[in-house]
């Protein structure tokens, strides 16, 4: 189980830190990542990282103001979001696979947490 936590309502330029606690599986071993969805849009890669905190995926619209993290012994992965902007707004998803490596593609990923809300107002 993945369960997410820490979406809310931001003003532009404000921060906001999604955490994601894994339960019930070894996800300290697992690939882990964030994927979002903004109304009427698919889902879209934000980012990934390794089991060992290497091989780190952004997409570019988050580069350079969102950082993924983990903590294996608590079995959790963190988006800090800094200079959050209205197009960032859309419920976030971390995501969790047994990968030899972190990917992009959500296909990828089995195992999801049931969605945090981020909402960024002008």
């Known amino acids: 189980k993945l369960q997410a936590s820490g979406g809310g309502l931001v003003q532009a330029g404000g921060s906001l830190r999604l955490s994601c606690a894994g339960s019930?599986?070894?996800?300290?071993?697992?690939?882990m990542g964030w994927f979002r969805q903004a109304p009427g849009k698919e889902r879209e890669l934000v980012a990934t990282i390794n089991w060992n905190g290497g091989r780190l995926n952004y997409a570019d619209s988050v580069k350079g103001r969102f950082t993924i993290s983990r903590d294996s012994a608590k079995n959790t992965v963190y988006l800090q979001m800094n200079s959050l902007k209205p197009e960032d707004t859309a419920v976030y998803y971390c995501?969790?696979?047994?990968?030899?490596?972190?990917?992009?593609?959500?296909?990828?990923?089995?195992?999801w947490g049931q969605g945090t809300q981020v909402t960024v107002s002008s």
């Open positions: 019930g599986r070894p996800f300290s071993s697992y690939v």
């Open positions: 995501a969790a696979d047994l990968l030899s490596r972190a990917t992009t593609f959500e296909h990828d990923y089995a195992y």
